[in-house]
């Protein structure tokens, strides 16, 4: 593998490939492998019908060039043989590729009969610009589905059974080394799975992931965040994010400022148009992965949210100016407090 990065010659791709978490050079799942193996094969048969032809080429070149310029060299109309073989020989190839392919879209297509009684199920809701995650099997003190925003945590070991849609335009769920990519659409519903290999050490592994369909201005900022925990820190983290918030006294200026549009479980903040906030304080990002959530981003996402991330939906009614610095500070000691404990933050 490595050489065949530093043949594609792209110091980029050579630095995608090991060191950050969202690439396709590092596949972590079932699927993402199935189809990295295929792109490997397409890789080698392109390097060898490459060098194939450019020694062709250069010998032709050399051997054949003019020497004698008062001569005619000789001419050639056709010549059956070849003709036939760069007939059959693309063909053949053509072929080959067929069949590899074929049988990656149906190894990544269809959740295996062993997924039965493993299987995970997860919706995914794509907004403008920010992903919703709701998971159908767990629920949280109301009896309603738990519900996170741009940070999925799956359990290693377990099939993912995806089901995706949008409120608004048409988005794409793709996380490079576990999944994707599939067009999550308004008024209609896809699915994907994927299982992600077991993590290493049992520490929790970050996968980034992107929307892969241009959805308009902040369409680049609309990351996620997959964490992939092993069965028991799922487990607990699953627990806890289904309970109510671990702060439920919320301050004046959160309820005069961000209860229409936000959830925070377990008080009168039931606003459906922006993310919950119930556990916000343990995420990872804040505005779906533009910054890492920390107070002082935090602060300046507070103070003018289109500074940060323009033309994000938060605008039409926090402005520069909107809030005061002590409201600002206050929502900051907030929003932090909400952390039930299992969380990566900090990590990537
Ligand atoms: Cu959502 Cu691009």
Redesign the pocket.
């Known amino acids: 593998r490595p050489t065949a990065t530093l043949l594609l010659g792209s110091v980029v791709l050579a630095a995608c490939g090991q060191k950050t978490p969202q690439t396709t050079l590092n596949p972590a799942s079932e699927s993402t492998r199935a189809i990295y193996n295929l792109s490997e094969l397409l890789f080698w048969l392109g390097v060898v019908v490459f060098l194939i032809v450019q020694t062709w080429l250069i010998v032709s070149i050399i051997k054949y060039r003019q020497k004698d310029s008062s001569q005619v060299p000789t001419q050639i109309h056709g010549n059956t043989k070849v003709e036939i073989a760069w007939t059959i020989v693309p063909a053949i190839i053509a072929i080959v590729i067929f069949v590899f392919t074929f049988d990656t879209i149906r190894k990544i297509e269809f959740m295996p009969d062993e997924a039965a009684g493993n299987t995970l199920n997860v919706k995914v809701i794509?907004h403008?610009?920010w992903w919703e995650f709701q998971y159908p099997d767990i629920k949280d003190a109301n009896g309603k589905p738990l519900v996170t925003a741009n940070e999925l945590w799956i359990p290693s070991g377990s099939y993912i059974d995806v089901k995706m849609t949008s409120v608004d335009?048409i988005?794409?769920f793709w996380i490079p080394g576990l999944a994707g990519k599939r067009d999550v659409m308004p008024n209609r519903e896809s699915g994907l799975w994927f299982k992600a290999d077991d993590v290493a050490d049992g520490a929790p592994g970050v996968f980034w992931g992107q929307?892969?369909?241009?959805?308009?201005g902040q369409?680049a900022y609309?990351k996620m965040r997959v964490v992939v925990a092993s069965p028991a820190d799922f487990q607990k983290w699953s627990t806890e994010q289904s309970q109510v918030a671990v702060n439920t006294t919320l301050p004046e200026s959160f309820t005069k400022n961000c209860i229409g549009c936000h959830v925070v479980r377990g008080t009168n903040a039931a606003g459906i148009t922006g993310p919950d906030l119930t556990h916000f304080g343990g995420r990872m990002t804040i505005a779906a992965g533009t910054v890492d959530n920390t107070r002082e981003h935090l602060y300046a996402w507070l103070d003018d949210p289109d500074a940060v991330k323009r033309g994000n939906i938060m605008t039409t009614a926090i402005k520069a100016d909107t809030l005061t610095e002590a409201e600002i500070n206050e929502l900051v000691d907030y929003l932090e407090s909400l952390n039930p404990g299992t969380s990566v933050k900090g990590q990537q």
């Open positions: 794509g403008q610009w335009v988005h794409d929307c892969a369909e241009y959805c308009g369409h609309m």
